[in-house]
């Protein structure tokens, strides 16, 4: 993974048209989760890496 400043990466989501971003930090990982960030409504969502899929497909279709 690279390690680049946030707002590098938020600049770069929104230039690459994203609609979410997935963060994994340690803690978050050690528990398999996820947090996804939302770039439209700035709504922050905790999922199960498992399940990342599912809440990308539901999350995307309802606020779409």
Do not use: Y
């Not at 680049?4 to 528990?31: L, N, Q, S, Y």
């Not at 996820?34 to 969502?45: A, E, F, I, P, R």
Request: charged share 30%; proline share 3%.
């Amino acid at each position: 993974l690279e390690n680049k400043k946030m707002r590098w990466i938020f600049k770069h989501a929104e230039r690459a048209g994203a609609r979410f971003i997935c963060f994994v930090a340690p803690d978050e990982w050690t528990h398999e989760k996820v947090l996804l960030k939302d770039l439209v409504d700035g709504s922050q969502t905790v999922v199960p890496l498992q399940k990342l899929c599912e809440a990308l497909a539901r999350l995307s279709s309802c606020r779409s």
